[in-house]
């Protein structure tokens, strides 16, 4: 019983925040990017990568592990204030814009197709699919009250 009012507590955005927590956790650890992350800190997180001279990407130039790491810790941080803007809405009873979750699915889905073994695949699409059917149904259902 307990854990049931548990659940309901769960907003998406409390799931976004907790996925926004975990990618950036897994930048700075050893087993994900914290080989960078350390490379980053020497100078003093200023001017990490080369910049335009980074793109177009030439093999055997580009460091790809720096500039994945550093897109990695990046979005996990972007990912964290969507979170609690999302929990705040959800947490006052409303619904999310319509036009914000099926941005969001695409979005993801974009995601996915680019790097299908990822975390975007596994987590964030059947997350962006219930957020948005949850959505729809709190909609209908506020409709049909009304």
Known sequence: ???????????????????????TQLAVSPDGGGTQFR?????YFFNISKGMDDLPVVAGETDIETF?????????????PLGLLVHS???????????????????IIIGSYMIPNSGMT????????????????KAKKKFIVN
């Open 89 to 107: 809405i959800e947490k006052e009873k409303r619904e999310l814009p319509h036009y914000f979750t099926i941005s969001y699915l695409i979005v």
């Open 68 to 80: 994945a790491a550093f897109w990695f810790f990046y979005f996990g941080i972007l990912i964290f």
């Open 39 to 43: 490379k980053f800190s020497e100078s």
């Open 1 to 23: 019983m307990c854990k049931m009012k548990i659940v309901k507590k769960i907003t998406n955005g409390i799931i976004l925040i907790i996925i926004g927590i975990m990618h």
């Open 122 to 137: 596994f987590f964030m699409l059947p997350h962006a699919i219930y957020m948005l059917i949850r959505n729809y149904l």
